[in-house]
Structures are given as structure tokens and as C-alpha cells.
């Protein structure tokens, strides 16, 4: 968590410089939410974004994966983030919707060996 604040830094840096401008930046709506359910303790961040186009949702924790041109990015952020959490019995989750928005949700247990955490939910229409 201590990089959070660097990727909402970073996030509203790409908006701005992807075309959409201050007015984009200015409508973006970030849902920060944390709870725990006995065995797991559970940070989910949602945003009002373009979304993840379906084609993608199931590569983005991929090494090297990256829908940005060339020299832009190494496609490695979500796959090493994806990692460490597996790494700690955790999970690292994603549902997104086209013009909607996205969802992630980091699950960590509370002790070494607790139950799987319930699956993320789709975002409403």
C-alpha cells in the first residue's frame, strides 16, 4: 500500500496525456474500499475509467503484456503485483466493463492458511 498514492498519481498522469485532458481527470471517480470476512482482509479499488476490453481481461497478469505502444511500457506492473500477492496466499482479482469501469480487489489472509476468498464481482450495468 505504500505505492498506492504513486498509482493514483501515476493513473491521473495517463489520463491526461492519453487526450482526455483535465475534464477527463476531473470526472474520474475512485471507490477505495477495505474490509475483512474472518479469514481474509480484502482492498478494493474501482474506478469510473474506459474499462479493460474483454480480449484483455484474461491476459493482463501476464509477463510482458501491455496494450501501450512500444517504449512506453514493459507489461511487467500486474504480473510481478500478481506474483507477491500469490506469493503471500493471497489473490489479485479483476472485473471490468467496457465504458463502465474497473475493479480490482487484493485479498490477503489474516492468518498463513485461511479459506479462498469469494470470487470478485461483476460490475452493474
Request: charged residues 20%.
Amino acid at each position: 500500500m505504500d505505492h498506492f498514492p504513486i498509482y493514483l498519481s501515476t493513473k491521473g498522469q495517463r489520463i491526461v496525456l492519453s487526450g482526455g485532458g483535465e475534464a477527463a481527470l476531473a470526472k474520474l471517480r475512485l471507490l477505495l474500499k477495505t474490509e475483512a470476512d474472518g479469514d481474509w482482509v480484502h482492498v478494493s479499488v474501482q474506478d469510473n475509467g474506459k474499462g479493460i476490453a474483454p480480449e484483455h481481461l484474461a491476459k493482463i497478469f501476464d509477463p510482458f503484456f501491455t496494450t501501450k505502444p512500444v517504449g512506453q511500457g514493459t507489461g511487467l506492473g500486474l504480473s510481478i503485483s500478481f506474483q507477491i500477492v500469490e506469493a503471500h496466499g493471497g489473490r489479485l482479482q479483476v472485473a471490468s466493463k467496457p465504458g463502465i469501469g474497473t475493479r480490482f480487489v487484493l485479498s490477503l489472509p489474516l492468518r498463513a492458511h485461511g479459506a479462498e476468498p469469494e470470487p470478485v464481482e461483476s460490475l452493474a450495468a
